[in-house]
């Protein structure tokens, strides 16, 4: 019999977003320090397709992200997005929508 793997519970802050959707990227600024991997504040455009929990302002918000790699265009994403400031959010965590992780039942 094999075994079945749960997903991952998904921790998010009370005043966080978390959605399903797409990015754009935008722009792209290698920060200095990176590391040997090198590592880049990265703006771009979060289409979202659904709001798992929170309340989006609008079906497209402006948002940047600090990582080593690009994020994938082609697939849905799950996102958690922190509000800095008036209509822009920075992307403190994300992951393809096909893993599909179980929201916590309460905000931290």
Known sequence: MAA????AELVYGCDELVVIGRVRMTG??????????GQSR????VRIKRVLRGKAPAR???????????M????????ILRPISEGEYF???AGLAADRPRLAAECN
Request: net charge negative; no cysteine; charged share 30%.
């Open 4 to 7: 079945t793997i749960e997903p």
């Open 28 to 37: 792209e600024k290698l920060l200095p320090g990176g590391g040997p991997l």
């Open 42 to 45: 990265y703006d771009m455009d």
């Open 60 to 70: 497209v918000i402006s948002a940047g992200g600090v990582s080593h790699a690009r």
């Open 72 to 79: 994938r265009e082609d697939k849905d994403l799950w996102i």
């Open 91 to 93: 992307i403190r965590t």
